[in-house]
């Protein structure tokens, strides 16, 4: 063997393997397999496109202090014109 092992990882053995009768499908069964895997994926790729437009930590905060300057302007604005 030219002194290389039996179990050396570069060593060919020529083996006989089937697949047993529990694991064997019929292609009615592969083929909704399939359809589930593609429906699958489309949610997937739905959610992953939902989690992009989430907005950050960042633009929820500009958004609050917009929001709270606005509504203070406004109110500012309505003082005014009570007083006037």
């Known amino acids: 063997m030219s002194g290389r092992a039996a179990n050396d990882p570069s060593t060919v053995l020529c083996q006989n ?15 909704l397999a399939c ?26 905060a500009q958004l609050l202090l917009l929001s709270t300057l606005t509504t203070a302007a406004l109110v500012l604005v309505g003082i005014e014109a009570l007083i006037r």
């Not at 393997?17 to 083929?31: I, R």
């Not at 593609?38 to 960042?58: G, V």
């Open 35 to 60: 359809a589930d895997f593609a429906a699958i994926a489309d949610d997937i790729d739905s959610l992953r496109a939902q989690l992009a437009r989430r907005r950050t930590r960042k633009e929820l």
């Open 17 to 31: 393997v089937c697949m047993l009768d529990k694991h064997s499908f019929t292609l009615q069964q592969v083929d």
